[in-house]
Every structure is written in structure tokens, then in C-alpha cells.
């Protein structure tokens, strides 16, 4: 009888351990949940702080950011780059109206003067970039044109221009032709394009004989090139300015993407891209 008494109590300890092995086991389980837990919000919480910098940039200047993209997201891994490309008159609208930018890189002066004006962009952070040249291309292979007068002969029937209203290009373009006084002449000749991107695929399709762009544009093509360079002294001088726009969120980051455009790393890729720096 006392035996079994001594039994029942040896058992009752050996389910008491187990039952305290248990539940032990289950609270270290709930802990490395809880720390799995903890460290999945971590990651979350490290890539919700990843910021979107959009850039608004000229058309021309894709070929040198998309390169250049790289670069300023490894020296800065918590900066995402989103560039929305365009005619500068276009993007300098869509400023105005309230579309997010952070940055703006415009191909003329005049855009950007006009967001300054409108208090969009504080002078303080505006600044050349870049400059650029006009050209004259034609399809490869193709008759080119000697001199801006040709293009009034019969065998052009299409030149292709960036709209002047709300291409840089175009306005270049325009006062070029008027300063030879020959914009009245060639005009029911003209092809008016969104930007000079479209005039460099107007032109390598064949669609036009001839078209207007910049040389950093010319550069990227295998199947137009470059008839000749227009005097510079019959347009206004072509600089890309940079300017912080002021409704950025995220100052900080605009601030050293602002100054990235005029590092040496920035500036090496623009050269070999066709554009020359301001004070060259």
C-alpha cells in the first residue's frame, strides 16, 4: 500500500516536469516568434524610409542621367532616383501646376526663370549646368544639306523642329532661322515635334530630310549625323540651369542629388555625352 502511494507521488512529479518542460518549450517558441516578428518590422520600417527623389529633366539629358543613376543611389542607398523626362516647357507646366518634383534640369534658361519668377524655385538654389550646341543632322547616308540656305530647295521637303513654345531647341532653332531671316521661308516645310528626341526618330526613320537638335542628341545616334554646327552668335546661348524646387519633401536629398550634377563624376559622363560644362 505504502509502495504504491510512493508510485502515484513519483508520478504526479515526473507529469508536473514534463508538463513545466512544456510549457517552457512553448514560451521559448512564442519568444522567437516575437523576435521574428520584431525583426520583420525592422526590414519594413527600413524600406518604407527608402525616399523617392523625382527628378524632372529635359529629354536630352536621358542618355547622361540613366548612366549617372547608379552612381548617386550607391553613394546614397536610402535614395531611389524616378526621372520624368520631357520638353522643358512641359515639365516647367507641370511645376506650375503642382505636379511632385523635387529637382528640375531644364534646357534653357527661360523655364527656369520663369518658375523663379513664380516663386517655385528660390534663385539661391538654382545654377548653370551644362551647355550645349545646335545642329543641323540628316539621316545617314542621306544628301545632307551645305548650308541652312539648301534647306529651301526642292529636294528637302521636311525638317523636323522642336514646337518652339515648349521646346528649348525649337526656340533656338527659331531664332536662328530668323536671324538669317529665313524662318518665314522654310516654315510650310517645318515639322513640329514634342521634343528633340522626336526629332532625332523623325529623322533616323527617314519621315524628315533634316532636323534641328543638339549635338549631345546627335552623339547617341548610329543612323543620323551631323551636317553642321549653327553659329551660336545667331541664338541665345543654350545652358542647362538646375534648380531645387521648393515644395520638395525631401530637401536633404534634393540638396546632394543638386550638387552630384556638378561633381566630377557627374561631369565626366556629360562631356562624353556631347554637352561641355559652363565655364568652358
Known amino acids: ?7 502515484r507521488k513519483l508520478s504526479m512529479k515526473r507529469w508536473l516536469a514534463a508538463g513545466l518542460i512544456l510549457l517552457l518549450v512553448m514560451l521559448a517558441g512564442c519568444g522567437s516568434l516575437g ?3 520584431t525583426n520583420e518590422q525592422v526590414g519594413s520600417k527600413e524600406k518604407q524610409t527608402q525616399i523617392e527623389l523625382v527628378i524632372s529633366a529635359a529629354a536630352s539629358l536621358k542618355d547622361s542621367l540613366n548612366e549617372l543613376k547608379p552612381a548617386f543611389e550607391k553613394e ?7 526621372f520624368n523626362f520631357g520638353a522643358s516647357g ?3 507646366k507641370q511645376i506650375e501646376q503642382g505636379v511632385p518634383a ?7 534658361q527661360k523655364q527656369m526663370d520663369a518658375l ?3 516663386k517655385l524655385v528660390d534663385p539661391g538654389e538654382s545654377t548653370p549646368m551644362l551647355k550645349n550646341d545646335l545642329v ?3 539621316a545617314a547616308g542621306a544628301k545632307s544639306p551645305a548650308t541652312l540656305e539648301s534647306l529651301g530647295d526642292d529636294g528637302v521637303s521636311r525638317i523636323a523642329v522642336g514646337e518652339p513654345e515648349s521646346v528649348p531647341a525649337g526656340q533656338y532653332t527659331k531664332e536662328a532661322l530668323e536671324h538669317y531671316k529665313l524662318w518665314d521661308k522654310l516654315k510650310p516645310k517645318l515639322v513640329f515635334a514634342k521634343d528633340v528626341r522626336q526629332v532625332l526618330t523623325y529623322v533616323e526613320t527617314g519621315n524628315v530630310e533634316a532636323g534641328f537638335v543638339y549635338r549631345s542628341d546627335a552623339q547617341t545616334s548610329t543612323k543620323a549625323g551631323v551636317m553642321f554646327t549653327i553659329d551660336p552668335l545667331s541664338h541665345r546661348a543654350i545652358v542647362y540651369p538646375e534648380g531645387i524646387v521648393k515644395a520638395t519633401q525631401h530637401p536633404q536629398e534634393a540638396k546632394a542629388f543638386y550638387n552630384f550634377m556638378t561633381s566630377k563624376t557627374a561631369q565626366h559622363v556629360f562631356t562624353k555625352y556631347g554637352f561641355s560644362l559652363p565655364d568652358a
Open 1 to 7: 500500500m505504502r509502495e504504491a502511494k510512493v508510485n
Open 35 to 37: 523576435a521574428s516578428g
Open 76 to 82: 546614397h542607398p536610402n535614395v531611389r532616383l524616378l
Open 90 to 92: 512641359a515639365l516647367q
Open 102 to 108: 523635387d529637382v528640375f534640369l531644364s534646357a534653357g
Open 116 to 118: 523663379i519668377d513664380k
Open 136 to 138: 543641323l543632322i540628316a
